[in-house]
């Protein structure tokens, strides 16, 4: 028997449970699926895992078939964009181009290591810890915030506009060894998927065959084989530290891989729906802004939806709620927010948008450099859409805000030296 939120199953009902609908899902977004390191596979795994909740625990009928129609949209909407396919048309990236871009992933490097360096001085690393997992959440306190902030926004970007300056730059070696320091800061962050986007990275851009030779194709894949070993490793330094044994973290790692679609046993309760029912479209909007205009100081900052949830169902223990609070996904939110009918509506626009996004990075040329990165960011960050929506704006405004404005200044500043340039000429 194995216990799940309460409720003791069949250890053979488990496993034929996540047999068969491991098989389902694959069989249904083969297509799509680039390589062993697409973020689509792990927002498959995740689906799996919320299927698997849904069936143990979900009680309602009702509810259980809101779930279900869910899971159908989100697929339909997915499926309106066609499978990706490999490109072969070089990108021609002018001298200038690149110029910009190396400045500009040069500049945000720098600021992303003395963010890291001031949050190791004022609060120490969450990594180095005794407990990461919730050193993460209490660390940026006192005004750290903005530290965080860069870390999920910035911290995306630079490894992204690394990797490609390495595999198109002019100073390949350089960009190699700060896609490498990337790592090293994302690591201290105490996430226990932080290496995850740097493997998303790698897997994007072997899938552009315009952009990566078969000698460095090699080179890269084995470089994602050893990233994908720090990646678990990582994931099982950070669960021994708060369960004490690495015995225990590998049990609580495999439990959290089950626990992917944890938002079912906070949510589907009937005194927890009662508690959201009076939220509506408007609700969402604000939800979604929320994040945003709480970074101006114009609103104040909501709970998230799941630390809400979590406080319902652990009694009001607020420490614990903030380490335990799943995330919003998707089919949870559409429930919330836009109720039976509309809900699927929503999911299915949720669905369109994550595909769109994937296939705008494979289509992709005729665009700068620093555009072509900006659009593998897009088409990582995506993924944080049917998760949890807030953080999708969240992220994109943290990510794009410092970069479009580091970009404008370094424009303005080459287009300055080159004035300089053509007086001293004449």
């Not at 390589?35 to 259980?64: G, K, R, T, W």
């Not at 899938?207 to 194709?217: N, Q």
């Not at 891989?257 to 046993?265: E, N, T």
């Amino acid at each position: 028997m194995v216990d799940i939120g309460g409720f003791s199953v069949q250890v053979w009902q488990l496993l034929l449970a996540c047999g068969s609908f491991t098989a389902l899902y694959f069989f249904s977004y083969r297509k799509h699926i680039i390589s062993l390191f697409d973020p689509l596979n792990i927002f498959i795994i995740s689906q799996i895992a919320s299927c698997i909740l849904a069936i143990v625990l979900i009680e309602q009928p009702l509810m259980l078939m809101q779930f279900f129609i869910a899971q159908v949209a989100f697929y339909i909407g997915f499926q309106l964009n066609s499978p990706p396919r490999p490109r072969i048309c070089p990108s021609v990236w002018t001298g200038r181009m690149v110029q910009t871009a190396e400045l500009v992933v040069g500049i945000l490097l720098v600021i992303l290591i003395a963010a890291t360096i001031y949050m190791g001085v004022v609060a120490g690393f969450p990594l180095l810890s005794d407990n990461p997992t919730l050193a993460k959440t209490e660390a940026y306190t006192g005004g750290l915030g903005i530290i965080k902030r860069l870390n999920e926004g910035i911290g995306i970007f630079v490894p992204a506009g690394c990797m490609t300056l390495a595999l198109k730059g002019t100073h390949k070696r350089l960009f190699m060894a700060a896609f490498a320091a990337s790592m090293v800061m994302a690591s201290l962050g105490g996430g226990k998927g932080a290496l995850l986007s740097f493997l998303y990275i790698i897997a994007y851009l072997l899938y552009r065959l315009d952009l990566v030779s078969s000698t460095s194709a090699k080179r890269i894949r084995r470089l994602s084989k050893w990233i994908a070993i720090g990646a678990v490793v990582l994931s099982l330094f950070v669960l021994s530290q708060g369960a004490g044994s690495l015995s225990t973290a590998i049990g609580l790692l495999a439990q959290r891989i089950l626990f992917y679609g944890d938002v079912i046993i906070y949510y589907y309760h009937p005194e927890v729906i009662r508690h959201f029912s009076n939220l509506g479209p408007l609700d969402f909007v604000f939800s979604i802004t929320n994040p945003i205009l709480g970074a101006f100081r114009l609103v104040d900052y909501q709970k998230p939806l799941g630390y809400l949830m979590a406080l319902q169902t652990l009694g009001n223990n607020q420490t614990l709620a903030s380490i335990m609070g799943p995330n919003d996904q998707y089919y949870v939110m559409s429930n919330i927010y836009f109720g039976s009918i509309f809900g699927p509506i929503y999911c299915g626009i949720v669905g369109f948008c994550v595909s769109r996004a994937r296939q705008w990075f494979f289509d992709a040329e005729r665009v700068s450099i620093l555009q072509f990165i900006s659009i593998l960011v897009f088409a990582i960050v995506i993924f944080s859409l049917p998760v949890e929506a807030p953080l999708f704006a969240s992220t994109l405004f943290d990510t794009f805000v410092p970069v479009g404005i580091v970009t404008v200044l370094v424009c303005i500043a080459l287009s300055a030296a080159e004035y300089r340039g053509r007086m001293i000429d004449k």
